[in-house]
């Protein structure tokens, strides 16, 4: 059955609807969740709020096993899932670079332009910020392209590659996951913090 | 802890369903950053056609027939904005203010999200993917990529959170 | 209960269950059993010798030959311009952009037509177009193109015809050339329709 657009159940026309559909869903609950506050976000690094650990989890978890079981009962075909591809050396060394905007912009590009939608100045300067370092990048592009084409390793799975079952993937995930909500929530007691 | 927010692991599965559905019917995840490239690519490709039709980097998204602005990610980022604003209305926070800790002025709060801005922009073409982009979505496909980025950020954002205290404790 | 305990116990219990269960690898099917049945009867997907014969020789870009036997079979013999893809391997994706497409004729044979018509029902059922079986297979084609056997006196005209362009067809694959090129005009009237589709876009995504 699904997903529906690549396999042409429902036109192409619907996909840009479905994105906006899904674009209101994503910004809502990022808002709800209060990933629209800097001070929320960067919680997470000290301890005081550990929401982003939380929410993020809960929601990778979710959709990690909606896709399995959906799968088991022939809803989707997850050949047709995009599977962003590994290029291992440019992923590190943009995660880390992405780290580093996180906790000095206490923002990352989804959560800011939710925020931004709501008034927060702080987070129009760093969607602001992202458009300019996107124009770096590209401008830069011809000098980086060697790295960033780099250790391809095409769309591998981590169940593929430990020699797993994507179910037991999922079930190490949670546990990893249930453990990590713990230690988060004996931190958030440990440094409290107000709400802002 | 008493919160004005929704409760975290119950927002969690919201998202993850929104996910989900990115999946059931596009069958591709969740994105951020992807939608700003594309207004980058088509404000250059007004600015400077020919710069845009020869760089490396802009020429893959611009040409016959290629429209940068019709991407899924854009229309899904105007959803955020309206989904965001919709959110703040209901929970009563629509406010212009720029979020700072007490401890720092404004200013430098401004200056630091500009930079933090730039620095995420530019990690995120390198690293093919946001949090949302390449760390969500991709843990959600068990892709390598995913946890890799994940790891990278967190892990990063962490080892780096002891020199950056005075800016939010 | 509260909602932070029913959703990390929900989880772990999906979880659970998902890890014993085993995965779902099997490619679907897109036909039904009825909407196969009807296929089969209407025998659309069948294209005759003469046919395969008139496209090959007026080099018919569009025409894609597939050899589904084993690969010593076809090393031994094959059509003119015909691809190996032995039915045990059709499933591989190496092949998928052969046999799941919207611009060529995929035309299988075999030896006779049943490997070729059980790869056909497979590829059918996977939702793919295009592709078509050679009636009767290479012993009929033998039989016919390249050895014709000469209609009785008292056939109707039409054989005649068949017969002059099995002969001259014979000699494009090997025999003496004979009588003009020109094959009977039914036969190359119903040549079968590319279903035309936009290529699959692989799906896109990245950040």
Redesign the interface.
Known sequence: ??????QEI?GADW????????????????????F?????L?????G?DT?VL????????????????????????L??????????G??????????????????????????????????M???????????????G??L??DF?MSGS?G?????D?LGI???????L???AA?VM?KLGELA?KKW??E?? | ??????N??L???????????????????????GA??S???AA?DVVAPEHAAN????SKYVGEGKSPM?A?????????????????AF?G?????????PGITANR??V??????????????????????????????????????????????????YF??K??? | MTIKNV??IG??L???V???????T???YKLTASQMLVEVQGAAEMVTADEVAHWLISKDPSLQLIDVRTPDEFQKYHLEGAINIPISVILKDDYRDYLDQGIKMNVLYSNGTLASHQAWMILRQLGFVNNYVMQGGLNYWFDTIMNPEEPSATSPNEEFAKYDFRKAASGVFGGGVDAALTPPTQTSADKPKVIRREK????????
């Open positions: 059955m699904g997903p529906l657009v690549p429902i996909n840009f609807f479905i994105a906006f559909v899904v674009g209101i869903g994503f910004g809502f609950v990022l808002e709800q969740a209060g629209s506050s800097s001070r929320k960067a919680g997470m690094f000290y005081y929401v939380k929410v993020f989890f809960t929601a990778a978890i979710t959709a990690m096993l909606g896709l399995l079981f959906f799968s088991l009962f022939g809803w989707i075909n050949n047709l899932i995009y599977v962003n591809p590994t290029f291992l440019s992923a590190i060394a943009g995660g880390v670079i992405m780290g580093a905007g996180f906790i000095i912009g206490g923002f990352c590009p989804g959560t800011s332009v939710c925020a931004a939608a709501i008034g927060k100045i702080d987070a300067v760093f969607v602001g910020g992202i458009f300019l370092g996107i124009f770096i990048f590209a401008e592009y011809p980086l392209e960033y390793m769309p591998i799975k981590v169940s590659v079952s994507g179910g037991v993937m999922a079930l995930v949670i546990i249930l909500f958030e409290p913090r709400e802002y | 802890m008493k919160t004005k927010y929704m975290p692991y927002a969690g599965v919201l998202l993850g369903l929104v996910l989900l559905m990115a999946f059931f019917f596009s069958g591709r995840g969740l994105g951020a950053s700003v490239k207004v980058v690519v250059v760089s490396g980097f802009y019709k899924w990610l854009v229309f899904e980022m105007i959803g955020v904005l309206v989904g965001g604003f919709l959110s703040g929970s926070r629509l406010k212009w203010k720029v979020e700072h800790f709060r401004l630091f999200a500009g930079i933090g801005g730039i620095l995420f922009g530019f990690g995120s073409q390198l690293g093919r993917g946001c949090t949302s982009g390449s760390a969500l979505t991709g843990m959600a496909s068990l892709s390598v990529a995913g946890f890799v980025s994940m790891m990278a950020i967190f892990g990063t954002a962490f080892a780096l959170a950056l205290r800016n939010w404790i | 959703i990390f989880l772990l999906l979880g659970v998902i890890a014993m269960v085993p995965e779902n099997t490619k679907p699959k876009k692989a799906p896109a995504g990245g950040c």
